[in-house]
């Protein structure tokens, strides 16, 4: 009698099956303000339906849940953070996630309820999802409010990747940074701290700098960052030797980039360089599924992609950059160095 064939695992499909519930589980307690709450100390379920009116039972389910994620502890009735909460979902901590998570859950949960669309049609999801028609990004600058979240979530990730963006190569030879679109200014920051030389300016929208303004003058390299606001496609690149795009190249199409790439090239002195920081989609594109997964979002929200070390490359090397170098780390993004002859 002939043996039926084994069926393949299944615990892969039965993962990815659960794996949206984890990240809203995640997500609705930090909205809810669960690890706020907590931050003061461990406190029962009870207390904590009462303190952030929610209902007893359903709350317990959540905060259960959460234990089994690794995020709360629990002893007897009491749940407290553990340190990963603490550190990353805590609207106190200076490394605070909170702000991109709320951005997930609010905004780019809906935009990916149309992934299928947008597979089928090849462009962004914001008029089907939202109704907005107007410029990239116009939305998250709506109010004061909704950019600071906006900002405040890519400090999160600015945070753990910058210091690894900055450390990737060795940039002693230069002396003044230019980071556009610098956000917060962490690269600005993570690359004052690594190099004791060097000076730095953020170059964002006028909009975006009095946060920036804010982080950086708690830093200990304050004295060596200043601001500049403007629209990096439109106004006048500040001098430099070192220009730097954390985050910038992957919302765009290959038109814009070369467009940007052109004015950085045409503004730097000879040897000057760019640094560009992504994360970098393997030769053949087959992982990491950190860059993948990246590349889908970018597929709902912008008009971009994540690319290889080798498309990166090409559009470097078709404004004139030479000696193109990557490097990649286990953060959320690689880096990229390239110079003008």
Not at 102 to 123: F, H, I, Q
């Amino acid at each position: 009698m002939t043996e039926p064939a084994a069926k393949p695992d299944p615990n892969n499909i039965l993962n990815l099956l659960f794996a949206f519930r984890l990240s809203k589980t995640m997500f609705d307690a930090v909205s809810l303000g669960v690890f706020d709450a907590l931050a003061e100390g461990p406190q029962s379920a009870a207390a904590l339906a009462k303190r952030l009116e929610a209902n007893a039972d359903a709350l317990e389910r959540l905060l259960d849940g959460c234990v089994g994620l690794q995020l709360l502890a629990k002893k007897g009735t009491d749940y407290a953070n553990t340190p990963e909460a603490s550190a990353y979902l805590c609207q106190a901590s200076p490394d605070r996630l909170t702000g991109y998570i709320n951005y997930s859950n609010d905004v780019m949960w809906k935009l990916w309820a149309n992934l299928k669309d947008a597979v089928r049609e090849g462009t962004n999801r914001w008029k089907q999802t939202y109704g907005w028609d107007g410029p990239l990004f116009s939305a998250f600058y709506r109010t004061d409010e909704a950019l600071r979240e906006f900002l405040m979530g890519m400090h999160g990730f600015g945070q753990i990747s910058s210091p690894h963006v900055a450390a990737a190569f060795d940039l002693g030879r230069f002396r003044h940074l230019v980071d556009l679109g610098g956000g917060t200014g962490h690269l600005a920051v993570a690359a004052c701290e690594h190099y004791p030389a060097l000076r730095a300016t953020v170059f964002d929208l006028p909009e975006a700098l009095s946060l920036a303004r804010e982080i950086v003058g708690a830093t200990p390299v304050a004295d060596r960052v200043q601001f500049q606001g403007g629209d990096f496609f439109q106004d006048a690149l500040p001098e430099a030797d070192l220009f730097s795009l954390g985050r910038i190249l992957h919302d765009w199409t290959e038109a814009k980039i070369r467009r940007l790439l052109t004015r950085v090239y045409e503004r730097l002195p000879s040897g000057g360089g760019v640094l560009v920081a992504e994360k970098l989609l393997n030769d053949d594109k087959a992982g990491p599924s950190w860059a993948q997964m990246q590349s889908l979002n970018m597929l709902v929200c912008t008009e971009g992609k994540e690319r290889t070390l080798g498309e990166y490359a090409d559009l470097l090397q078709q404004v004139g950059f030479i000696n193109v170098r990557g490097s990649r780390n286990s953060s959320p993004l690689d880096a990229v160095l390239a110079l003008k002859p």
